[in-house]
């Protein structure tokens, strides 16, 4: 028997955060997770477009990354503390700075802004890390007027570093070239 996916609960335009308080979806603590929900949803794509590339080593950084996203979107809808244990590590940034070092130099140096884009796999990784970018907005904004996990913010702003390098090394590994924006001076420094 299957499993009913409609509650009509958010029909009146709320929805249940975790604790049992109901928000409206245009809520910041909603438009926070909300934004984490579809940075992972953009990986996936991009999962997809690698696997099929052959790029295993890439497909599994990126899973592990999903399954953080789960945690990190969980720890943004839990609106009651009071009873909830925050699932994100205290060094999930951490964590990712290692692949952040080890992919970047795969890529040739950067010093100029580039255009977002090049391969499938690449334009995935560049929409997600804009995407992850909106996240860590709305998570500042959030955090403005009610507390937040801190190690949520620190990790979706080392995040969007590891898919703009991951999205680098897309196009290098095709052998296609990042596009520099013509009117950039030289920002990146080694």
């Known amino acids: 028997m299957a499993v009913r996916i409609y509650t009509r609960g958010g029909d009146e335009g709320k929805t249940g955060l975790i604790g049992g308080v109901r928000r409206f979806k245009d809520d910041l603590r909603v438009e926070a997770y909300g934004s984490v929900d579809e940075a992972g949803a953009f990986i996936g794509l991009a999962v997809s477009y690698l696997e099929a590339d052959g790029h295993q080593d890439l497909v599994d950084v990126l899973l592990t990354v999903q399954q953080t996203l789960w945690d990190v979107g969980a ?3 839990a609106a009651r503390t009071d009873r909830y244990q925050y699932r994100t590590p205290e060094d999930a940034a951490a964590q990712l700075e ?4 080890r992919y970047n130099q795969e890529a040739e140096a950067v010093q100029r802004f580039i255009l977002r ?12 890390c804009t995407v992850v970018r909106r996240a860590e ?17 620190r990790y979706l702003n080392r995040l969007s570093d590891l898919l703009f390098v991951l999205a680098r090394v897309a196009n290098a590994r095709a052998q296609r070239r990042d596009v520099e924006y013509v009117h950039s001076a030289n920002v990146f420094r080694g």
Not at 117 to 128: E, F, I, R
Not at 137 to 151: A, G
């Open 117 to 128: 884009g090049g391969t499938l796999a690449a334009s995935a990784l560049h929409v997600a």
């Open 75 to 77: 720890d943004l809808a």
């Open 137 to 153: 907005r709305r998570t500042v904004r959030l955090m403005q007027v009610e507390s937040i996990h801190p190690p949520v913010l």
């Open 98 to 101: 290692p692949w952040i070092d």
